[in-house]
């Protein structure tokens, strides 16, 4: 028997097999409760539009002041590492390793309830706005890194040109290292990015207004509310909504830079 005919019997057998078990659990599913428990049209008419204008609306901007807020201090953070001076490099890897080495909800909390208790002191926005320092504080350690390898990944021939020129140290930091830089690392900060939509869902734990409830905790209210399982699939599609495109974005953009570097 040819090799080609062995493979194509062994992959029609493997396609058999899943037939098999797609139709047997088809066939056994009790298609009536998960409609009623997963796919309530009732319960999805009560949560529409507040999943939108208020739970969507509120996960995005969460997320997009965690990450500018983390790129600003992970900028920051990658220049010290790479300084000169041993101290200003010894205090960056200490923040960086430190703040990647403890999980997210751990610092919300500590930032949440340890802060507060500790030194009297109410962060701005209250729960909300310690939720986002704290990812701020955990995003910044990983964009770190990434930066600092953007710019080690800048060939050396172009800050040697620029000094040649005359230009200042600073200057050829901005004009020309930084923005081959961010060219280089935009599809890894695209997948942060990412990752920070889904972590805003740990901001919850710090307890919500209504009216400041991020996707995560509007599904858990609504669960609560309506002793029903739709509010949390419903919360699911729309954070597919939401991140989907944007892997599909860091794919392009990495197949993109592939094909610029051939």
């Known amino acids: 028997m040819k090799r080609s005919t062995r493979r194509h019997l062994r992959d029609g057998g493997l396609y058999a097999v899943l037939l098999v078990v797609v139709v047997t659990i088809g066939l056994s599913a009790d298609w009536h409760a998960i409609r009623v428990n997963f796919f309530d049209s009732d319960t999805i008419k009560a949560l529409w539009p507040d999943?939108?204008?208020?739970?969507?609306?509120?996960?995005?901007?969460y997320t997009v002041l965690s990450f500018a807020?983390?790129?600003?201090?992970?900028?920051?953070l990658a220049l010290m590492k790479l300084s000169p001076?041993?101290?200003y490099r010894w205090l960056a890897t200490a923040y960086i390793e430190?703040?990647?080495?403890?999980?997210?909800l751990v610092v919300i909390l500590?930032?949440?309830f340890g802060v507060p208790l500790a030194f009297q002191w109410t962060p701005p926005g209250g729960n909300v706005g310690a939720g986002i320092i704290a990812l701020i504080m955990v995003s910044s350690a990983y964009m770190a890194e990434?930066?600092?390898a953007g710019i080690q990944a800048v060939p050396k021939g172009q800050t040697e040109a620029a000094a040649s020129l005359g230009m200042g140290s600073f200057w050829t930091l901005v004009s020309i290292t930084l923005p081959q830089a961010i060219r280089i690392v935009i599809p890894p900060l695209t997948n942060e990015f990412v990752l920070l939509i889904k972590d805003t869902s740990l901001l919850s734990v710090g307890g919500f207004l209504?009216?400041?409830?991020?996707?995560?905790?509007?599904?858990?209210?609504g669960l609560t509310s309506y002793a029903n399982a739709t509010p949390l699939i419903a919360v699911a599609v729309v954070y597919l909504v939401i991140a989907v495109p944007s892997t599909r974005l860091v794919a392009y953009l990495e197949s993109r830079q592939q094909k610029a570097a051939r």
């Open 146 to 148: 990434t930066l600092r």
């Open 85 to 87: 001076l041993r101290l």
């Open 69 to 76: 807020g983390g790129l600003a201090l992970a900028l920051v």
């Open 210 to 221: 209504f009216s400041q409830q991020e996707l995560t905790s509007f599904g858990q209210s």
């Open 98 to 104: 430190f703040f990647r080495g403890l999980p997210a």
């Open 51 to 61: 999943i939108v204008t208020i739970a969507a609306v509120n996960t995005i901007k």
């Open 110 to 112: 500590l930032m949440a």
